[in-house]
């Protein structure tokens, strides 16, 4: 079975900093690419990051703006999602996803990422920003 399993999540003050990983199991990381998402109350889901393993391509959400800075280990097959400068509209679920490496390489230019279909979801983690 697939599995991938966020944490590090919590309650932050404004300006601090989170890191969030994602350690994945049952497929091969290398293949994939790994994408994060988050979904704030009564918000629809919003892009974060992404990256590619095969070849270190990644994409930032376009909020982003520089704050937060995704990477991967491959050889403990985890990703992580390191979270600068928080504010308090960054209170949300965050979510990693995989998908097919090739298929955001050859689809995922132009924030085609977003859109595409993500086979495979973690239950999420909490991130609380206080003000």
């Known amino acids: 079975d697939v599995r991938l399993v966020e944490s590090g999540g919590g309650l932050a003050q404004a300006g601090g900093s989170l890191t969030l990983s994602c350690v994945v199991s049952?497929?091969?990381?290398?293949?994939?690419?790994v994408a994060w998402f988050r979904q704030a109350p009564g918000k629809e889901r919003e892009e974060v990051s992404c990256?590619?393993?095969?070849?270190?391509?990644?994409y930032y959400g376009d909020f982003v703006k520089g704050r937060f800075t995704i990477s991967t280990n491959n050889a403990e097959s985890t990703a992580y999602l390191h979270l600068n400068n928080l504010k308090a509209e960054d209170t949300a679920v965050y979510y990693c996803?995989?998908?097919?490496?090739?298929?955001?390489?050859?689809?995922?230019?132009?924030?085609?990422?977003?859109?595409?279909?993500?086979?495979?979801w973690g239950q999420g983690t909490q991130v609380a920003v206080a003000s």
């Open positions: 990256i590619v393993n095969e070849d270190g391509t990644i």
């Open positions: 049952g497929i091969t990381f290398y293949d994939y690419a």
């Open positions: 996803a995989d998908t097919w490496g090739r298929t955001v390489g050859e689809k995922g230019g132009d924030g085609g990422w977003s859109s595409l279909y993500w086979d495979y």
